[in-house]
């Protein structure tokens, strides 16, 4: 009898750790106005099942459609999870103060939702295949990696991914004027920077892998690289490394702009002249740059080029800092034209000098 006893005893016991070690699942249900308007992630009302609690260290949260007609906004405070599950349609707002994530932070909602808190913890945050836009405005200090699978992630406002390398793949695409640590962007992912056009910055190093896609953008031939008016540009404080291949190969998609950013025709773009645009600048150089790893798309470049077209270099700066121009090269009988017009008038001014 008593060697049952123990064995019951111990069975219960196991089965209440694993029960604490799960943690709880809550649901967020804070919608309606008999919650009194106040949408707290503190508060135990605002959570399914009702007034039983609200997510904390070793708990998991869900944001989704059920239950969740109204009001989509939730007020952070200092509060913790392990994972966080936003589903659904719906577009959301988290606002306040900081949520620190020991696991994942899964965003697949088909909406658009803005973060406008501090995401932290060691956690990784990953924008889901088919999810929309997930928007992020502060210094973010989470520490594990972000996977954009699919849908959008938005720097935006000056916000950071300050400990947290980024990776781009499956069609997803980063965006905004902000500042992430590390950039990979590969098998299908796109980088665009800026805000149409503008300037994203690396921390460390950007890496250019096979079917990545650079969405370069500019409204104005000879204004400022990484500014509006003017056209895209990547500020990496590390390295630029180049991993695709030539049977492999990156994407430059040349986008032309008007100066409203809508699109269509650069205002100033003339097809007989020569221009080079630098497009990203690695303060520690450039690896594995050839030619003929590159793809430059042009279907949505809508300037005529005549018989112009573009290519892709590099240039040295000061010290090891290098950067990746982009050139539009003009027919080569306009390039002849303006060579004769430039000696003819050079011989006329030394004839005037003459007499």
């Known amino acids: 009898m008593p060697r049952i006893r123990h064995s019951l005893l111990s069975a219960l016991l196991i089965t209440l750790l694993v029960t604490v070690a799960s943690g709880a699942l809550y649901t967020w249900d804070g ?101 929309g836009e997930f928007a992020v405005t502060n210094d973010n200090t989470c520490a594990g990696n972000t996977n954009v699978q699919g849908g959008k992630l938005h720097v935006k406002n000056g916000g950071r991914m300050r400990n947290s390398g980024v990776r781009v793949t499956g069609g997803g695409k980063i965006y905004g004027n902000g500042r992430v640590k590390s950039l990979t962007v590969e098998d299908g992912g796109i980088t665009a920077p800026g805000e149409s056009p503008g300037t994203t910055s690396v921390d460390t190093d950007e890496t250019w892998g096979g079917a990545g896609i650079y969405e370069w953008e500019i409204n104005d031939v000879d204004a400022t690289k990484g500014g509006d008016p003017g056209w895209d540009w990547k500020d990496i404080d590390g390295s630029l490394n180049i991993t695709a291949t030539s049977g492999d190969k990156f994407v430059i998609d040349i986008t032309s702009l008007k100066l409203d950013n809508t699109a269509g025709d650069i205002h100033d773009f003339v097809n007989t002249q020569q221009y080079s645009w630098v497009i990203a600048t690695a303060a520690n150089g450039i690896t594995g740059f050839a030619e003929d790893k590159f793809t430059l798309k042009t279907d949505n470049f809508s300037n005529g080029v005549g018989d112009g077209y573009f290519t892709i270099s590099t240039q040295d700066g000061a010290g090891s800092e290098q950067s990746i121009a982009l050139n539009f090269v003009p027919e080569p009988a306009a390039i002849s034209f303006v060579l004769i017009g430039a000696a003819a008038l050079l011989l006329r001014r030394r004839r005037r000098r003459a007499t």
């Open 31 to 131: 919608d309606d106005g008999a919650k009194k308007n106040d949408w707290t992630w503190g508060q135990k009302k605002n959570w399914d099942p009702e007034n039983q609690g609200r997510p904390q260290t070793g708990d998991d949260a869900v944001f989704g459609d059920s239950g969740t007609a109204g009001r989509r906004t939730v007020v952070l405070e200092a509060n913790t999870v392990t994972n966080v599950d936003v589903t659904g349609t719906g577009s959301w707002t988290w606002s306040g103060g900081t949520l620190s994530v020991a696991g994942t932070f899964t965003y697949s909602s088909s909406g658009d939702s803005l973060f406008d808190g501090v995401l932290n913890g060691a956690g990784s945050l990953v924008i889901a295949a088919g999810a």
